[in-house]
């Protein structure tokens, strides 16, 4: 499989042209190429480059393809962002000669060619560009575009002899048009401000030196030196020093972590105190930091379905309303006593100028990419727009216990046995069981013995995926795991003599018989009660936990955390199933909600792929958790979900918002339009104005929700 590349696009000032340029790279084959115009990027398999650059040149030769660089490049992005003091300047010397015309306007209407002499210069100080275009795209067949309709509105009037309006037209379109450039730069410059965490060197320590070198240029096994303040450029570990590590611009968290020697850090986040070396442990390239980086701007290519609407919306919008301009100017003037061609003429050319959909298609795709942005900095990644709309609608969340609810610190509370062997060793026999294991249990087992374990005394180990190991110890069959391990194995399970506690049990058979339990407890996260509390405050109806520990140990976790349901007992596979009937019996009317899993990302793969959103927590330094998940939160605060969702309703709210103003003013100007209520100026504000403050209006989303918005329902 190719790799994907993202790739900026230069120039692309123009939704339209974004969209042309994706639908034309898909007429040549590359399916799966994205163009994505709130970030100017390009999304597409590595060995398409050289193919795409060849169809962008025919499709707008004003936009260039520009391979990533190995590096970030300082500066000139924001140069071709910014509109020029020079465009400024024309747009202030054609409002002067517009001024002039209007005020000597008797005047200059007696004398033709002084009329002209004022008002051709001005319109073509700020509509050549407009001209220019539009004849271009017309050899190039494409004619229903924003600089077609201009140049047509725009010469319509010169025709019929309204130079003002016609200069005024495109004088007020030229200032909405670098008002909405200068937004929509301050947009991307705001998206792609998450992208500046992306380290530009590496301090190499090579021999007795210590060379600056790109992050790409490190080796695995190589030691670089990391200063107070500086970005920790790859994933390592330490090997001299101590400090604490900023890890805000992943995670989001606030709070540093400590950072010794043993320690692993991560990429992207910051070193605030002692210098420290690091052994690098990953190339840059499959860094946590590049693979997070490579998933935002990566983003776009999963469009929400509104998204999709509004880009389908566009293609047949513009050509009806031409359509409907040209039976304007055609019909009545043929039907209606009394009226002239020009009157009606002037009417379809209003028509013109209201038709082109920038304000939908500009803002809808800024808005659902601000909100990716915002959740992003929050420590939340989402995949794309799509899923920050399944997120929008969660109604009912489904919760892994062990690591997700909980801390995920198992701890041994206590040793009970049948009598026939001590507690101490029955500890040694399970700890030597569980000595191969990775599971958090086996964990908190071997540190409850405390002493070193020999790796010769155990034979045979054999892990039984949700129930337990079994492995010959000192050369005595022992079993630990799930009292389901022993009832499939045969072994009476036995009652010890301790009490009851709600706690994960670790029964132990040695040789066919019941020897005892291990209790460990697991206790909730600080933070799980407080997720719960707000998801349901924000209109979550149900809220489910699964886990494949005990009833009693579930129940115990559920009532502490205020759950509506528990369900305990389940091996992995179960978990699937589980979520398939919780989806199942969600009632008829509420089908049309999501549901959210919310796990490890890990172990529960199967079960974030079954739900409609699937959310992996604690993913910081994980690829398998970034891979298996659609939403992932990088620490490990449960909390952060809530936050997610309230980021994914205000952008829908937002994206509502702008389609209602965009469709209610559109409809409006084009009725005032037809009837002759409604001239230019009014029309450029239908289009121009309303795109603009469409734009502005979808900024707000990268702003960071307050808290009042996470009780939102």
């Given at each position: 499989?190719a790799?994907?590349?993202?790739?900026?696009?230069?120039g692309?000032?123009?939704?339209?042209?974004?969209?042309?340029i994706e639908?034309?790279?898909?007429?040549?084959?590359?399916?799966?190429?994205?163009?994505?115009?709130a970030?100017?990027?390009?999304?597409?398999?590595?060995?398409?480059?050289?193919?795409?650059?060849?169809?962008?040149?025919?499709?707008?030769?004003?936009v260039?393809?520009?391979?990533?660089?190995?590096a970030?490049?300082?500066?000139?992005?924001?140069?071709?962002?910014?509109?020029?003091?020079?465009?400024?300047?024309?747009?202030?010397?054609?409002?002067?000669?517009?001024?002039?015309?209007?005020?000597?306007?008797?005047?200059l209407?007696?004398?033709?060619?002084?009329?002209?002499?004022?008002?051709?210069?001005?319109?073509?100080?700020?509509?050549?560009?407009?001209?220019?275009?539009?004849?271009?795209?017309i050899?190039?067949?494409q004619?229903?575009?924003?600089n077609f309709?201009?140049?047509?509105?725009?010469?319509?009037?010169?025709?019929?002899?309204?130079?003002?309006?016609?200069?005024?037209?495109?004088?007020?379109?030229?200032?909405?048009?670098?008002?909405?450039?200068?937004?929509?730069?301050g947009?991307?410059r705001?998206?792609?401000?998450?992208?500046?965490?992306?380290?530009d060197?590496?301090?190499?320590?090579?021999?007795g030196e210590?060379?600056?070198?790109?992050?790409?240029?490190?080796?695995?096994?190589?030691?670089?030196?990391?200063?107070?303040?500086?970005?920790?450029?790859?994933?390592?570990?330490?090997?001299?020093?101590?400090?604490?590590?900023?890890?805000?611009?992943?995670?989001g968290?606030?709070?540093?972590?400590a950072?010794?020697?043993?320690?692993?850090?991560?990429?992207?986040?910051?070193?605030?105190?002692?210098?420290?070396?690091?052994?690098?442990?990953?190339?840059?390239g499959?860094?946590?930091?590049?693979?997070?980086?490579?998933?935002?701007?990566?983003?776009?290519?999963?469009?929400?379905?509104?998204?999709?609407?509004?880009?389908?919306?566009?293609?047949?919008?513009?050509?009806?309303?031409v359509?409907?301009?040209?039976?304007?100017?055609?019909?009545?003037?043929?039907?209606?006593?009394?009226?002239?061609?020009?009157e009606w003429?002037?009417?379809?050319?209003?028509?013109?100028?209201?038709?082109?959909?920038?304000?939908?298609?500009?803002?809808?795709p800024?808005?659902?990419?601000?909100?990716?942005?915002a959740?992003?900095?929050?420590?939340?990644?989402?995949?794309?727009?799509?899923?920050?709309?399944?997120?929008?609608?969660?109604?009912?969340?489904v919760?892994?216990?062990?690591?997700?609810?909980?801390?995920?610190?198992?701890?041994?509370?206590?040793v009970?046995?049948?009598?026939?062997?001590?507690?101490?060793d029955?500890?040694?026999?399970?700890?030597?069981a569980?000595?191969h294991?990775?599971?958090?249990?086996?964990?908190?087992?071997?540190?409850?013995?405390?002493?070193?374990?020999?790796?010769?005394?155990?034979?045979?180990?054999?892990?039984?995926?949700?129930?337990?190991?079994?492995?010959?110890?000192?050369?005595?069959?022992?079993?630990?795991?799930?009292?389901?391990?022993?009832?499939r194995?045969?072994?009476?399970?036995?009652?010890?003599a301790?009490?009851?506690?709600?706690?994960?049990?670790?029964?132990?058979?040695?040789?066919?018989?019941?020897?005892?339990?291990?209790?460990?407890?697991?206790?909730?996260?600080?933070?799980?009660?407080?997720?719960?509390?707000?998801?349901?405050?924000?209109?979550?109806?149900?809220?489910?936990?699964?886990?494949?520990?005990?009833?009693?140990?579930?129940e115990?976790?559920?009532?502490?955390?205020?759950?509506?349901?528990?369900?305990?007992?389940?091996?992995?596979?179960?978990?699937?199933?589980?979520?398939?009937?919780?989806?199942?019996?969600?009632?008829?009317?509420?089908?049309?909600?999501?549901?959210?899993?919310?796990?490890?990302g890990?172990n529960?793969?199967?079960?974030?792929?079954?739900?409609?959103?699937?959310?992996a927590?604690?993913?910081?330094?994980?690829?398998?958790?970034i891979?298996?998940?659609?939403?992932?939160?990088?620490?490990?605060?449960?909390?952060?979900?809530?936050?997610?969702?309230?980021?994914?309703?205000?952008?829908?709210?937002?994206?509502?918002?702008?389609?209602?103003?965009?469709?209610?003013?559109?409809?409006?100007m084009?009725?005032?339009?037809?009837?002759?209520?409604?001239?230019?100026?009014e029309?450029v504000f239908?289009?121009?104005?309303?795109?603009?403050?469409?734009?502005?209006?979808?900024?707000?989303v990268?702003?960071?929700?307050?808290?009042?918005?996470?009780?939102?329902?």
């Amino acid at each position: 499989m190719a790799r994907k590349l993202s790739c900026t696009l230069q120039g692309l000032d123009c939704a339209n042209c974004a969209a042309r340029i994706e639908e034309a790279l898909h007429r040549h084959g590359m399916a799966d190429a994205i163009v994505s115009f709130a970030t100017s990027q390009l999304v597409l398999d590595e060995d398409e480059v050289a193919q795409a650059e060849a169809v962008i040149r025919q499709v707008d030769p004003k936009v260039t393809l520009v391979r990533p660089e190995p590096a970030p490049q300082a500066g000139g992005e924001e140069e071709d962002d910014a509109p020029s003091w020079r465009r400024i300047a024309e747009m202030a010397v054609a409002a002067t000669l517009l001024v002039i015309g209007a005020v000597y306007h008797g005047t200059l209407h007696t004398r033709p060619w002084a009329e002209y002499a004022v008002f051709v210069p001005a319109y073509l100080l700020v509509g050549r560009d407009v001209l220019l275009a539009a004849v271009r795209n017309i050899g190039r067949g494409q004619v229903f575009d924003e600089n077609f309709l201009m140049t047509l509105a725009t010469l319509g009037a010169f025709a019929i002899h309204e130079l003002p309006e016609a200069v005024a037209v495109m004088l007020f379109y030229a200032v909405g048009e670098y008002f909405q450039d200068r937004a929509v730069a301050g947009s991307r410059r705001s998206i792609k401000a998450l992208l500046a965490v992306r380290p530009d060197r590496a301090n190499l320590r090579r021999g007795g030196e210590v060379v600056a070198v790109p992050p790409e240029a490190v080796a695995v096994g190589d030691e670089i030196i990391v200063r107070p303040g500086e970005r920790i450029p790859l994933d390592g570990e330490v090997i001299e020093g101590s400090t604490y590590v900023d890890t805000s611009a992943l995670t989001g968290e606030s709070v540093p972590r400590a950072a010794t020697v043993g320690d692993t850090v991560l990429a992207g986040t910051v070193n605030t105190r002692g210098l420290i070396v690091v052994r690098v442990t990953r190339p840059f390239g499959e860094s946590s930091i590049a693979r997070v980086l490579q998933l935002v701007q990566q983003a776009a290519a999963r469009k929400a379905p509104t998204e999709r609407a509004i880009t389908a919306f566009a293609r047949w919008y513009t050509p009806a309303v031409v359509g409907l301009a040209a039976l304007v100017a055609l019909v009545p003037p043929l039907v209606l006593p009394g009226a002239t061609f020009a009157e009606w003429l002037h009417r379809a050319l209003v028509l013109l100028v209201i038709s082109c959909p920038c304000a939908l298609v500009v803002s809808v795709p800024l808005s659902y990419f601000g909100g990716i942005g915002a959740a992003s900095r929050a420590g939340i990644l989402v995949k794309g727009g799509n899923y920050l709309d399944a997120l929008a609608k969660v109604d009912t969340v489904v919760w892994d216990k062990t690591g997700t609810l909980t801390q995920g610190t198992f701890q041994v509370v206590a040793v009970d046995t049948a009598g026939e062997i001590a507690a101490n060793d029955l500890l040694h026999l399970a700890a030597h069981a569980e000595a191969h294991s990775a599971h958090p249990i086996a964990a908190s087992v071997r540190e409850a013995y405390g002493r070193p374990l020999d790796p010769g005394a155990v034979t045979d180990y054999e892990e039984v995926a949700g129930h337990g190991v079994r492995a010959r110890v000192d050369g005595r069959l022992v079993l630990a795991g799930h009292e389901r391990l022993l009832t499939r194995e045969g072994v009476p399970v036995g009652r010890s003599a301790g009490p009851d506690s709600a706690g994960t049990e670790v029964h132990v058979a040695v040789d066919g018989t019941w020897a005892g339990r291990v209790l460990i407890a697991d206790q909730p996260k600080p933070a799980s009660a407080d997720a719960v509390g707000r998801l349901r405050a924000m209109g979550v109806r149900r809220q489910v936990m699964l886990t494949g520990d005990v009833q009693h140990v579930a129940e115990s976790i559920g009532r502490q955390l205020g759950l509506d349901e528990v369900r305990a007992n389940l091996l992995p596979e179960e978990k699937v199933a589980a979520v398939e009937a919780i989806a199942a019996a969600r009632p008829e009317g509420r089908r049309q909600g999501t549901l959210a899993y919310v796990g490890d990302g890990i172990n529960d793969a199967p079960v974030l792929t079954r739900a409609d959103v699937g959310v992996a927590m604690g993913a910081l330094g994980s690829d398998a958790a970034i891979e298996a998940a659609d939403v992932v939160i990088m620490d490990d605060d449960p909390a952060k979900l809530a936050l997610g969702v309230s980021i994914a309703r205000r952008t829908r709210r937002i994206v509502a918002e702008n389609i209602a103003f965009a469709l209610a003013v559109k409809f409006l100007m084009l009725l005032l339009g037809a009837l002759g209520l409604a001239g230019m100026w009014e029309a450029v504000f239908a289009d121009v104005g309303v795109a603009l403050l469409a734009i502005l209006n979808a900024t707000r989303v990268m702003r960071a929700p307050r808290s009042r918005d996470l009780k939102v329902a």
